[in-house]
């Protein structure tokens, strides 16, 4: 009954995966834009020295606090994503380990 739900599931799953892969590759490539900005700003024009800014030196170190706790965040976040990974890998050899031995 399961096989046959995923089966008629199959189209829209893969119009799914595919968007959301489209979605991704797009995003993936604006990032690389606005690192290879902030790699060489000078390929796109800009001389680090020459932007004008009027913002004061208080609001640098509040923008630079606020981009701190979100690499931080980021970060977290990753490590709770690996440690899952681990456990599920973990979890997997288990349930073959288990597998193979009720086939024996």
Known sequence: MLSRWLDSQD??????????????????????????????PTRFGIKPGDVPT?????????RRSELEYRINMVRTFLDLLNDELRLLEQAEAYAREQAGASES
Do not use: C, H
């Not at 799953?13 to 690192?35: E, G, N, P």
């Open 11 to 40: 189209g829209d799953l893969r119009a799914f995966v595919a968007s959301r892969t489209a979605q991704m590759d797009q995003r993936r490539y604006q990032l690389s834009l606005i690192k290879d900005f902030v790699d060489d």
């Open 54 to 62: 009027s913002t004061t030196p208080a609001e640098f170190a509040e």
